[in-house]
């Protein structure tokens, strides 16, 4: 899974396929695991919230295994069984995740191992946002299959181009260290969340594209203030980004996500922003004393989520 660290939202084709996009994302150490297993009857066993198994790969109910399964021409004889750290709905890239890890094992199964990170990002794309239509964007797909702290840039025909942000091991360290987050008690559909953005970008709202062009010029500067080592004003940055990204939707926050931010700065973060599509999840810190927001959060009733980065991306466990 991923934490989103600026630009999000301009990988939204409605966005990109006039204007570009950007985004810097990091892959933490919290995954979806896929198992992919030959059944001895003719049928597809599909397990993961829910146990299904039938005779077709139409007759399957969770749209991205259907799909994938239609894409790659697999089985019968097949059964999927799927398992998570975190669950969906709360905004650290749960189903582009998902959907990378199922790619990569139903490659595996065909013996096909020389899928590479960007062609298995892409079709990870292909099955969400083509062809299943979802209202979302490549973050998550993207930084699931390469992994580590990444920037990528997205032209208007789509193609994206990724390369390591050009960090020092202090810096990386430090990141890391001063980086909280904390969930805020709330699920939500990021499609839903995703729509009203699509709509106005695809209208071109002037409000809504003026705020995705600060967005994409924010996530520049974050990536400056990054790799020269500057973390103090990357929580600087997240603040102004949270700022920002309010403004898109009135779901994008509420009274609770207001209060637990509230009380984070009041605990010394130099800044924050919630992961994702908004409207729950997980609240991100930067913070210079993480102890003391710890507690502060804990008193809120605030769980905090321990972290690494992970700079293996999408990868075979055998």
């Known amino acids: 899974m991923r934490i989103s660290l600026g630009g999000g939202g301009t990988d939204l084709p409605s966005y990109y396929s006039r204007f570009g996009g950007f985004f810097i994302s ?24 829910n146990l299904e198994r039938v005779k077709e790969i139409r007759e399957i109910r969770h749209p991205i295994v259907r799909t994938a399964l239609e894409t790659l ?34 490659h595996a199964y065909q013996k096909n191992l020389l899928v590479g990170a960007n062609d298995l990002a892409e079709e990870a794309c292909k099955i969400e946002i083509d062809l299943l239509k979802e209202p979302i964007g490549k973050q ?25 942000a050009k960090l020092s091991s202090s810096t990386l360290y430090t990141l890391e260290d001063h980086l909280a987050i904390f969930f805020t008690g709330y699920s939500r559909s990021a499609s839903e969340l995703l729509k009203d953005q699509d709509k106005k970008s695809q209208e071109m709202d002037k409000s809504m594209i003026d705020n995705l062009h600060y967005v994409k010029e924010l996530g520049f500067r974050i990536r400056e203030a990054l790799e020269s080592g500057n973390t103090h004003r990357f ?22 996500i207001n209060e637990l931010y509230k009380i984070g700065l009041e605990a010394g973060a130099v ?20 102890p003391h927001l710890r507690k502060a959060m804990s008193d809120a009733g605030a769980n905090e989520l321990r972290f690494r980065f992970d ?7 055998v």
């Open 73 to 106: 021409k697999i089985g019968p004889n097949l059964e999927i069984t799927s398992m998570a750290d975190i669950p969906a709905g709360t905004g650290l890239g749960s189903s582009g995740a998902f959907t990378t890890a199922l790619l990569k094992a139903l």
């Open 271 to 290: 800044g924050g922003k919630l992961i994702g599509a908004g409207g729950g999840g997980f609240l991100m810190f930067y913070t210079e004393n993480k």
């Open 235 to 256: 929580g600087e940055l997240m603040h102004e980004h949270w700022e920002h990204k309010q403004k898109r939707s009135q779901g994008m926050s509420n009274d609770r």
């Open 311 to 317: 700079f293996e991306g999408t990868k075979l466990i």
């Open 140 to 164: 998550d797909q993207f930084i699931s299959a390469y992994g580590g702290v990444t920037c990528f840039d997205i032209s208007s025909d789509g193609r994206v181009c990724a390369r390591p």
């Open 26 to 49: 990091a892959a933490i150490d919290k995954y979806v695991y896929i198992m992919v297993h030959q059944a001895w009857l003719e049928e597809y066993i599909i397990k993961y919230s």
